[in-house]
């Protein structure tokens, strides 16, 4: 008796590592992506391995390295250095730039927050500081924050060196304008904190939108820098709802320096697992709301992050913890996109030679963007065997845990069904 069907549950390793740029990817979304600190990069081989791995990031931007104070300290003299560094990684991996940040009231040089400045002299301050920052980068950025933070905590305007010399508002298309100009090729976001509550700052920022919009300016964007706290982060639905205000805009979103502190350590280990739930919250709201297209982690391990110098006594805000392992959160945030993710069509191959019970020697190969899975792997038929395709699970797929009760088995092109903790297990 031949059998025509085989088996899927391949047994050698496959040659794959389901990390998060990939499932996002498979999910719908452009990218996941990470900030890059420059010091890191520079002087942790271990870091810059984990960032430069296109698997887990697709997408970076320079944690300091293109802002104000970094690119023009110095009225007219501009240093591109430090910027240099991630849009040189990000050439080399063929990841996604993302460019932060060009009109910023905070890590602003001096010069330019305590100058005496007209409309007309702090305009052309601007003009300089966007066409020669953006003209630097031309061509190479997905998207640039061009306004970064205009609101203040309160919902109100925030004061800011822009803000009290144009007397209101007017700066805003003012920016936006300017950048179109500088590099027609980037989108252009409006980026900040807070918006994800859903309150009188996110109320402002749509109106923000709106205004630059009704001034006849572009913007593409709007950042939800996602600063959030564990145990204090909005639900998936709550966090989707904020979005998909802006999205009703004609606007695209992304979360863009995501990072969910403790707001005291040492935390209790149960403090890990809800980091984790507000992580899939996160990027579950991501993946609900279309034009949402993707998040960005502000940090790649607790080992560098800016929150213990901001907020003392905080932090383990990230993914990885400071030895480099993943968190509970890295496995939310795996099984979430594991969750949406698909494979896409595929073109197969495959060579069996099967007549009776034999062992028969199988070569897949499935190519799916962006990652090539090839396994060669034997596979014992028996006469008797009978594949149902519904009891197989997918590449990336849930094969079991708590309360779970869908197919167990794995295939086809997946090694095995991995243990991920006590309620996801994942075929990968
Ligand atoms: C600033 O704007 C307010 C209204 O927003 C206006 O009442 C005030 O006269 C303006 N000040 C100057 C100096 O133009
Ligand atoms: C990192 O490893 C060291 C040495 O094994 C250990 O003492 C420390 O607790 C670890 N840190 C974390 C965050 O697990």
Redesign the pocket.
């Known amino acids: 008796m031949h059998s025509k069907t085989l088996l899927a549950s391949l047994l050698a390793p496959a040659a794959v590592s389901a990390v998060l740029n990939d499932l996002a990817v498979r999910a719908g979304l452009k990218y996941f992506g990470a900030a890059l600190g420059e010091g890191a990069f520079q002087s942790d081989s271990t870091y810059a391995s984990l960032l430069r791995d296109t698997a887990e990031f697709g997408q970076v931007v320079p944690e300091n390295g293109m802002k104000w104070e970094s690119t023009e300290r110095t009225q007219g003299v501009f240093t591109y250095g430090s910027g240099d560094v991630s849009a040189k990684q990000a050439q080399q991996s063929g990841q996604v730039l993302r460019c932060h940040a060009l009109v910023w009231h905070s890590q602003l040089p001096n010069w330019v927050s305590g100058g005496t400045w007209t409309v007309e002299t702090l305009t052309a301050v601007m003009e300089s500081h966007i066409s020669n920052v953006m003209g630097h980068y031309k061509g190479q950025c997905y998207a640039w924050d061009v306004v970064n933070e205009a609101v203040g905590d309160d919902g109100n305007w925030r004061s800011t060196v822009f803000l009290d010399t144009f007397n209101g508002t007017g700066y805003l298309p003012v920016a936006f304008n300017l950048a179109r100009a500088a590099d027609p090729s980037a989108k252009l976001y409006y980026n900040d904190y807070n918006l994800e509550y859903n309150g009188d700052k996110t109320d402002r920022a749509v109106e923000l939108v709106k205004l630059v919009q009704a001034a006849g300016a572009p913007i593409d964007g709007v950042g939800f820098q996602g600063h959030l706290l564990v145990a204090g982060t909005p639900s998936r639905s709550n966090l989707a709802a904020a979005l998909q205000r802006f999205t009703a805009l004609g606007v695209e979103v992304a979360f863009t320096e995501l990072d969910i502190r403790h707001t005291s350590l040492p935390a209790p280990a149960s403090a890990y697992a809800t980091q984790g739930d507000d992580y899939a919250n996160v990027v579950g709201a991501c993946l609900d709301t279309p034009n949402c297209v993707g998040v960005t982690v502000w940090g790649v391990t ?1 080992k560098y992050s800016w929150i213990p110098g901001t907020f003392e006594g905080q932090g383990d805000a990230l993914l990885y ?3 480099f ?1 993943r968190k509970a959160a890295w496995t939310s945030v795996s099984s979430v996109l594991a969750a949406s993710a698909t494979l896409p069509p595929t073109s197969t191959s495959s060579s069996a030679q099967a007549c009776g019970s034999s062992t028969v020697y199988v070569t897949a190969t499935a190519t799916a963007q962006p990652v090539t899975v090839t396994v060669t792997a034997t596979v014992t038929l028996s006469q008797t065997a009978t594949t149902d395709p519904a009891a197989i699970q997918t590449l990336y797929g849930q094969c079991g845990g708590r309360g779970y009760t869908g197919p167990s088995q794995c295939g086809p092109y997946t090694a095995a069904c991995k243990v991920q903790n006590d309620w996801y297990h994942q075929c990968m």
Request: charged residues 40%; without cysteine; aromatic residues 0%.
């Open positions: 607790d913890d400071a030895n392992t």
